[in-house]
């Protein structure tokens, strides 16, 4: 298949030293770095001074002893975002705020005042918080895994309609005639749901980009619904070209099934190249990333995707235990994967849990093959772009950014300035029109 | 009375154009200030650069077509004082948040995310939410005044606990044993209440100074008692120095019955000082601030008090009319005095409203007459500082720090550079120590 090229929008995790669980200790990183400003503004710097699309930050509401390091300790994502906005100037800041813990008329404000004052580089990863322990964090019981997937799409339809509250050209601001605004354009929302009832207006305009971007992080098929009926973007796992593919296909299905199309929701898997100047550069790179983790943080890694499970009671040389319907009410796309993983390829407890902490990426080698392995993606359709969480960040980057993106940018895959001004303009996503706007999209299908 | 000099530390409200409801109609302002992070970022570089201690957001949580113009469109405090983190050095951060639309567990990291982010430089403006519609806007009936201040209460206790959930040598970072943290310098908090049950920990380290500075700003007596247990400072009003004077004692007093010292409680009225290199030249600048809102203005600027009363429907030269209850679960300490004012002063409703919306500032004058009367209330006892909230924001501040703080600097009651680094330094503060050091201060008395 022949393509045109053309440039393929990358973001980049922000989550201090990196996505390894030990990333703290890997010696191109400051120790601190998941609450060290200094760091994080250096990265974004780095970032958008090579045209890199937007930062995105992870987060997590209940930690305890056995928590990946970095997440014991972490800044909130709106303030770290807003703090990051004067210190930047194109990259989009997107950061992720769970559904089932918060109050949509206090998320649409933060959201709609990171993105005014950013100069409309903002986007919300929607998701419905995993982790049951959160629950014991706001009093309240952790919401099943469906229940909060509905509660999460009226959510959205609620601040989706607060973002809304003034038509663009609705603050006139004129001494002479003493006129703020015209009431006309000034519109309530008297959301009354089953889960939410919120009047409205927001006190807030909106923004160059119109709306924030949304991205969502869900894989289940109530989190592909989700995608396809509000999504802007997805981030997701790459397992394989094929599978990143088939993930692809059906959340552009969804969104053609809820009146959009497909190009109106752009899927981002997460990525975490690992780049030599020689293929052994590269390994070498890789062994010492998983030398940072032993098996007792592996099992205890792979612990956390089943509601801590405690995996070193058993046999490491074993086939991974039957494990029922542990962990199924969180991380439910991930430990699906991992037992089927286990089951097909016949693997024991130590490789599955080796492999969960320091996985092997799919783009590692040289700059020449990690460039020819994300033109060969992009160009067959797996994706439309990419977010980098590279293992060991400080490393990881650097390398990305002298050693890959100049090889994609010789080829026309890349461009090192951001041209547009918005996080829509850097993902090719019109502005989003008001809901009132007569050029508005055509209301969705209800779904 | 004669007492040493020492300097008198200022705040600046942080409120788009300033406090006077058309403020933004006022020549020396960009009309949209309220959401313009060009002109938040001036004006908290001014005060910094003058040695001003803190910049201070206020919030509301409802609008409508009666609202403030630049109440109906303006950032939300913690984005708005996390991107000023990044764009000053020094100066101190306060934001207004309300414990009655909102989730312990989040307030907390995201008021702790800014204190760290900032170095030590947050501070949370405690409400209680005076708006009714603000309960509509979350979907749940607005509590009535006194159930708001217990739920304020437990909610100080809950975020205060988290915020010492890592004692202050918790992370040790150590690469060659793989430690990141002591577990037994790692606090669950296991709050169960009336009103919250948080395990926590928090996800977030302490800060430079230890715990973001509390303010409180409700006068009513529940109000009060909440400030004098929680609040490193108070934010009041200041009608005369006696009434305020006697504020302060009733706050210092009641921070005694919980065990407190007097110090431990920063009081800072809010003044809009205006001030010209004549008396005539004051007075003028007055009088143009007047000439920005007339009796209509003035008459719904009233309503907002009492629950958008239509104060339109009356004579305004005969007398405020009873206004029985209307009201009082919202500004109470406000309605109060305005009715206890008119009834003194046998004013007429036209006079309560004008004055109401374009006060007659007690400091206004010369740049002498000004600094004099400053210092006659410190000196007196009536503060320990002030907040400056200029019905014209750019003017009043421009002026202020060219003609005043000059004078107050000659005579030791300023400093043109801030000295310390932390909030809790500026204001003259120690470092919060965490409840579980054992140099913490004694327990507070159950109150
Ligand atoms: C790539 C990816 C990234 C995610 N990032 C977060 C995150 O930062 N915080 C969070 O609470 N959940 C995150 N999630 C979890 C999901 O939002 C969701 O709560 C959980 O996976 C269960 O939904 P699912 O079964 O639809 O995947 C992420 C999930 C995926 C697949
Ligand atoms: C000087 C001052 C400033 C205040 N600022 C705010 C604010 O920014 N946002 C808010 O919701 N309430 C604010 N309030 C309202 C109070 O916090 C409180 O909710 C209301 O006044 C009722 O309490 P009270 O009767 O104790 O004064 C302020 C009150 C005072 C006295």
């Keep these: 298949m022949s393509t045109t090229p053309r440039p393929i929008p990358f973001g980049i995790m922000l989550q201090g030293p990196g996505s390894h669980m030990h990333a703290w200790k890997h010696p191109s990183n400051v120790p601190d770095a998941s609450v060290n400003l200094g760091y994080y503004i250096d990265i974004a710097r780095t970032a958008e001074d090579n045209g890199i699309a937007f930062g995105f930050v992870a987060d997590g509401l209940y930690i305890n002893e056995k928590s990946i390091p970095h997440f014991l300790n972490r800044f909130e994502p709106i303030s770290l975002l807003s703090a990051l906005a004067t210190a930047t100037k194109k990259i989009g800041l997107a950061g992720t705020l769970s559904t089932s813990y918060s109050d949509p008329f206090t998320v649409a404000r933060q959201f709609a005042s990171l993105d005014l004052l950013s100069g409309g580089r903002a986007g919300w990863n929607v998701v419905t918080s995993p982790l049951e322990g959160s629950g014991r964090n706001y009093g309240r019981p952790h919401p099943e895994h469906a229940l909060r997937y509905q509660i999460a799409d009226e959510y959205l339809e609620v601040v989706q309609g607060l973002w809304d509250s003034w038509d663009d050209d609705a603050f006139v601001r004129d001494r002479d005639s003493g006129t703020f605004f015209a009431p006309e354009k000034f519109r309530r929302l008297d959301h009354k749901g089953r889960f939410f009832q919120v009047e409205g207006p927001l006190n807030i305009q909106r923004s160059p980009q119109g709306q924030p971007v949304i991205f969502q992080a869900g894989s289940s098929d109530d989190g592909i ?12 796992h790459a397992p394989s070209l094929e599978e990143t593919r088939t993930f692809t296909q059906k959340v552009k299905n969804s969104a ?13 898997p997460g990525i975490g190249p690992i780049v030599g100047r020689t293929e052994e550069d590269a390994e070498a790179k890789y062994q010492a990333i998983a030398a940072l983790a032993g098996l007792d943080d592996a099992l205890a890694y792979l612990g956390r995707f089943f509601d801590h499970h405690d995996f070193s009671q058993y046999d490491p040389d074993a086939p991974l235990p039957e494990l029922g319907d542990i962990g199924a009410n969180s991380f439910r796309s991930t430990t699906d994967r991992i037992k089927q993983d286990a089951r097909e390829q016949g693997l024991s407890l130590r490789q599955v849990a080796l492999q969960a902490v320091s996985p092997r990426p799919n783009f590692i080698g040289t700059p020449e093959h990690v460039a020819d392995e994300l033109i060969r993606w992009f160009d067959a359709g797996a994706s ?4 980098l969480g590279f293992a060991a960040q400080r490393e990881g980057l650097d390398d990305f950014v002298t ?17 547009g001004q918005t996080l829509r303009d850097h993902l090719g996503l019109p502005r989003k029109a008001s809901r009132y706007s007569t050029d508005a999209e ?4 209800a779904g």
């Excluded at 053609?256 to 981002?268: E, L, N, P, Q, Y």
């Design 384 to 387: 439309d772009g990419f977010i």
């Design 225 to 236: 619904a989700l995608a396809g009926k509000y999504a802007d973007a997805v981030f997701t």
């Design 256 to 268: 053609i099934a809820h009146g959009r199309s497909a190009g109106d929701v752009k899927i981002f």
């Design 403 to 419: 050693l890959v993106l100049p090889l994609l940018e010789a080829r026309g895959y890349h461009r090192s300035a951001l041209e």
């Design 442 to 445: 055509p209301a969705r299908k």
